[in-house]
């Protein structure tokens, strides 16, 4: 794209610079440490980090009216760095050189209209974000691609070298982990350590594709974070769980574009997005409200958390109305078909209770709010957006349930237009659709099918045996025409042509 061509006054800022400087900031007792340190706790106090910039003041050196100008103009621009989230360089990591960053395709994905027949069924208006869409098939590549790009950065810098990255994973992590540090061979190296028989065979095929060292511990995911925050606390490996303050930086790209989306326009908007190890929610606010401090959007849309009952640690945290009162207690998790939520001890907790403290300052109002739904609503909702031209897995049936539901509590109006996160594709969850339309879904579940959802291939085949093709035995041409004449006959039959 010929820079020439773009208007004169945002010209100059179309490539970004490398301007920012970037540190760590303890959510617990404020400490800072610079970023060239691999830290994901604070060394004085154990708590979690967020990233800030000493820069900030560039933030607000444009009106919000020339930052939409300068983002919707560098969706034009051919260059590898900037067609992903790196879109809001000046937002996600200002420091970082474009030759540092790491892109593989993600972010940007689909914001997809809830059918016709949808909307009627739910009486709400809405539309799914497909982060499926993305290169490991799910949200987390967007914080991967940050927090691999921070470490290339330091690579690039000659501050690190013989990196080894860790994470655990309820399947989703360790997929995108794998694949972005599998693009930096040899100067890293993956392992992942994933709940034994909790994932599913879909999601244990990547990593193992990707050629990360694969460990299943037994337990579950809360039993293998425990494990890797303890090798990170050891040893100088790189943690890749959203303990990484990197990973949260660049799942705010998800809020940029939603608002580039909507032409800036967050007013009567809400984020529907489900809970599980919490990071995700946490870089939801700090997205919107660094876009809403900058004056890039002029409303604060309205956000709803969600959880299933059997991994619900946030919900039942913000049950106590009086904030004073609250006191965080892990859950112990039951079997949840919402698989990659199923976490009971969310080490981004911290970060959830800051940041919706502060979202609800900023909008003046509550704004955040917490939502409990059934396993049977999360599976059913699933297939019905399904049904209806989604791709969700069963987060985003999730999502859909937890909205039907605020709209029940009156949470939601007609009046507003909700974006539900599809974290996953629903590839990656399609054993549980397996289970459920063989009714094989184990008590523990708290799944009745629907026969009304239940959909099974049915077989067609010829009256005479002796008529059936196959590979190793073709029919005679009178055979086959018999063969077809049947079979269309079957089927007209079967579908009432």
């Known amino acids: 794209m010929n820079l020439e061509l773009f208007p004169e006054e945002i010209r100059p800022y179309i490539i970004p610079k490398p301007v920012g400087k970037l540190f760590y900031r303890c959510l617990g007792c404020s400490a800072e440490f610079p970023i060239e340190k691999l830290l994901y706790v604070c060394p004085k106090c154990n708590q979690v980090l967020l990233i800030h910039d000493k820069n900030k003041a560039a933030l607000t050196q444009h009106t919000g009216a020339t930052w939409q100008k300068i983002f919707d103009y560098r969706k034009m621009l051919k260059i590898p760095a900037l067609k ?30 809830a059918s016709p027949h949808l909307k009627k069924k739910t009486g709400l208006n809405f539309f799914y974000k497909n982060d499926g869409q993305n290169p490991s098939a799910s949200f987390k590549d967007r914080g991967m691609a940050s927090a691999l790009s921070s470490i290339k950065y330091l690579i690039d810098q000659n501050l690190v070298s013989d ?18 540090v599998s693009y930096l061979r040899p100067l890293i190296k993956s392992a992942v350590l994933l709940p034994h028989k909790k994932v599913t065979s879909q999601q244990l095929a990547q990593p193992l594709g990707s050629g990360a060292n694969v460990f299943e511990i037994p337990g579950v995911f809360d039993d293998c974070m425990k494990i890797v925050e303890h090798l990170s606390s050891l040893y100088p490996v790189v943690l890749l769980n959203s303990k990484n303050a990197w990973r949260i930086l660049g799942q705010e790209s998800y809020s940029y574009e939603i608002a580039q989306d909507f032409d800036w326009d967050m007013a009567n908007k809400v984020v529907v997005v489900p809970i599980g190890n919490a990071g995700n929610i946490s870089a939801v606010m700090n997205g ?21 009952e059997h991994a619900d640690p946030v919900f039942q945290y913000y049950l106590e109305p009086d904030e004073n009162k609250r006191c965080f207690k892990p859950v112990n998790t039951r079997p949840s078909v919402a698989q990659a939520a199923m976490i009971g001890n969310p080490v981004s907790m911290p970060r959830v209770i800051e940041l919706t403290r502060q979202y609800n300052r900023e909008s003046r109002h509550q704004n955040v709010f917490f939502i409990q739904v059934k396993e049977q609503a999360i599976m059913d909702w699933q297939l019905t957006a399904n049904r209806n031209g989604h791709i969700t897995c069963t987060q985003g049936g999730e999502c859909l349930a937890g909205l039907v539901k605020a709209a029940a509590q009156g949470i939601v109006t007609k009046a ?11 590839i990656k969850f399609s054993e549980f659709q397996d289970l459920y339309f063989k009714n094989q879904l184990p008590d523990a579940y708290d799944i009745q099918p629907n026969s009304g959802y239940i959909n099974l291939p049915e077989l067609i085949t010829p009256d005479n045996p002796d008529l059936v093709p196959s590979q190793e035995k073709r029919l005679a041409k009178n055979e086959f025409q018999h063969f077809v004449q049947e079979i269309s006959e079957k089927i007209v039959k079967k579908l009432n042509l």
């Open 84 to 113: 992903g989230i790196y879109r809001y360089h000046e937002f996600i990591g200002s420091c970082i050189p474009l030759e540092s960053i790491l892109y593989l395709g993600e972010g940007h994905t689909p914001i997809v209209e």
């Open 163 to 180: 990196v080894i990255a860790i994470c655990a994973s309820t399947g989703d992590t360790s997929a995108a982990a794998a694949l972005y």
């Open 288 to 308: 919107f409200l660094k876009f809403h401090k900058a004056g890039i959007i002029s409303h604060l849309p309205k956000i709803i958390g969600v959880q299933s």
């Open 416 to 426: 507003e237009t909700a974006i539900l996160d599809a974290t996953a594709h629903a």
